[in-house]
């Protein structure tokens, strides 16, 4: 570990340069008493459906240094994916590539233009990341759990720093940054004063759910995730189009119409998804969607 301290301002910065529309930093410190009751008490009701994963590695979720030994820091980051043109029967969020292997090709090359030491995550490790969003002042906690950032919306990715050095400075929770208890049901059948049921959600059904769909889940205008808790929160009117060419849908993906999603082939499939999130549903999964979505539309 460095014992020189990080330069918050030069991260921050550098950040912005390379396309990220908010930077903070937080002391890696255990999640705070009031978060790990809640995450645990969601656990316990069930709420993450069959995502067992979440019921793995719980200590590390809590205590980050269990994750990364040493870590003093975490920078936390938000991309705008806001695409300019939409194709409506898929998530905003799987319009372009994927975020993944987006978010920390730039992360990446922020620690090593920073001269960095740590790792970085991007939804694929056992990381609270809205917690450590809301811990680091980049945004606010909506009503539906998602993270909201000043003059950006919900319309964001995110993504963690574990770094092993202290910064010359840290960052607060932004004032009201937590929601209130009421109006959750409003948005959304999923949504609880508990928080958000994996069970009845839309979007867990579409893309993480394996087998048939149960037969109470009603398909709206997508059939790839679901964008009714982001479209309903009030923060949603800040969402601008991003600058970010990787989150821009093709031409190919904008010009599909119902039919051709009747009548999409496997090959069709590799080559509209190559490099996209949407991959993750495999191509069996999404017909099983498309099919359902044809039938209520």
């Known amino acids: 570990m460095s014992s020189a301290l990080l330069n918050s301002t030069d991260i921050k910065a550098q950040a912005l340069r390379l396309g990220f529309v908010a930077c903070g930093l937080a002391k890696a410190e255990p999640v705070a008493e009031s978060f790990a009751e809640r995450y645990l008490h969601w656990l316990e009701r069930g709420f993450c459906a069959e995502m067992d994963y979440m019921r793995r590695n719980v200590e590390m979720r809590l205590q980050p240094d269990l994750l990364v030994p040493g870590v003093r820091t975490i920078v936390c980051l938000a991309m705008n994916f806001m695409p300019e043109r939409q194709q409506p029967a898929i998530s905003l969020y799987a ?3 994927d975020y993944h292997d987006v978010m920390k090709q730039r992360m990446q090359e922020l620690m090593q233009t920073c001269g960095l030491e740590g790792r970085c995550f991007v939804d694929t490790a056992p990381v609270l990341e809205r917690y450590w969003a809301w811990k680091s002042g980049i945004g606010t906690i909506t009503p539906s759990g998602l993270i909201a950032v000043p003059g950006y919306g919900p319309t964001v990715f ?3 720093l574990f770094l092993t050095s202290e910064a010359d400075s840290y960052d607060a929770p932004l004032p009201g940054a937590m929601p209130t ?9 999923a949504l609880t004063a508990e928080g958000l049921d994996a069970r009845k959600c839309v979007s867990y059904q579409t893309i993480e759910h394996r087998g048939e769909l149960p037969e109470s889940i009603r398909l709206h205008q997508t059939f790839y995730g ?3 808790c982001l479209r309903a929160t009030p923060q949603f009117v800040e969402a601008r189009p991003t600058q970010e060419p990787a989150f821009q849908p093709s031409d190919a993906l ?14 069709q499939y590799r080559t509209l998804f190559k490099g996209s999130a949407v991959k993750r549903a495999k191509y069996e ?12 539309g």
């Open 95 to 97: 319009q372009g590539k």
């Open 158 to 160: 995110l993504g963690e």
């Open 181 to 189: 208890k009421s109006g959750w049901q409003s948005l959304c059948p």
């Open 226 to 228: 679901c964008d009714r």
């Open 254 to 267: 904008l010009e599909m119409t119902p039919n051709d999603w009747r009548n999409l082939t496997e090959e």
């Open 285 to 296: 999964g999404l017909m099983r969607n498309i099919n359902r979505w044809l039938k209520q």
